[in-house]
């Protein structure tokens, strides 16, 4: 241990909650890897962490937003000892700013911080004129990823990362459609009331919250692409177990509608990013590479059962 340091990544935790948050028995995992590994370095004080809240190659292309994640994370690392933290950050600030990397800074010193006056805090230096249309827009933000990026009940023999559905089984893949849905709900209601808003903000403030429920748009389609996916493989699982057709038709029917979901969500995404980043494709280059593969995959898969039919 002299001639080494701890860096700790939990990379294929769930982002949906705190890495001692009860609820969530996948990070259960993490938390407890956390406390050994401090154990082995007892005494150096060389430890730091590496994390992920920025990670637009985890998140798919989104810019999810956690800040209960963010500011419970860095007080389980304090009491743990560690004081040295890092956050990798994918895809740059083009479209709007990052709320997470602006929270992960303030989460190292201010220690009084919640998810509430965070929010606050961050509305009033966007438009302190007016910052109650935004204090609810990150707000909803905020819930909807807590809603869609939750993968409490994953066994570690699972890997995973948000670009990828898990292909779980029974009730767990069923309610981690509904959680994606669910989240796309919430995030295109929130972009849509943040562009009404926008009609009567000043015009620095205004061009903000229009690019801003531009990102949010594309977000939310491809959240529920996510969800038509997962619903496609929740009826292929059936037909598996059953060999029933109707199960299968379900299938097809579900994952040639994630197509149809991807393409509208792509077309959403170059259409952010153009806004975004006045007319470069500074953040528009991930979503698209994850749309390649996953179109793939699906097209795969339809072309593989549609044969059974």
Known sequence: ARECFLLYAPRERCYAHALNDPKCSRNRVYLDALHAWMKQFEGYGDAHTFEYYCDQILYRGHY??????????????????????????????????????????????????????????????????????????LAARAAAYTA??????LGQEVYF?????????GERGKALAATQRAGARTLAAAAAALA?????????????????????????????????????????????????PVALKRALAALKR?????????????????????GTKAWGYYPAFVEAWSKKEIEAKIATFSQAL
């Open 64 to 137: 999810a937003f956690l800040p209960e994640v963010v500011l419970e994370d860095m007080r389980v690392y304090e009491r743990a000892g560690i004081e040295s933290h890092m956050t990798l950050q994918v895809g740059g600030a083009v479209a709007a700013p990052d709320y997470n990397l602006l929270l992960f800074a303030r989460a190292h010193w201010d220690g009084a911080l919640t998810t509430k006056t965070a929010i606050a805090d961050l509305a009033e230096r966007i438009d302190a004129q007016d910052p109650v249309p935004w204090k609810r827009y």
């Open 148 to 153: 869609a990026f939750a993968i409490c009940d």
């Open 161 to 169: 990362d948000y670009r990828f559905m898990p292909e779980v089984e």
């Open 196 to 244: 009404r808003a926008a009609r009567r903000m000043q015009p620095r403030t205004a061009a903000l919250a229009q690019r801003e429920a531009a990102r949010a748009r594309f977000e939310a389609a491809d959240l529920l692409a996510m969800h038509f996916h997962q619903t496609g493989l929740n009826h292929l699982t059936d037909y598996l177990s059953t060999h029933k």
């Open 258 to 278: 994630t197509l149809t979901q991807l393409d509208r969500a792509s077309a959403l995404q170059r259409s952010a990013s153009g806004e975004a980043a006045q």
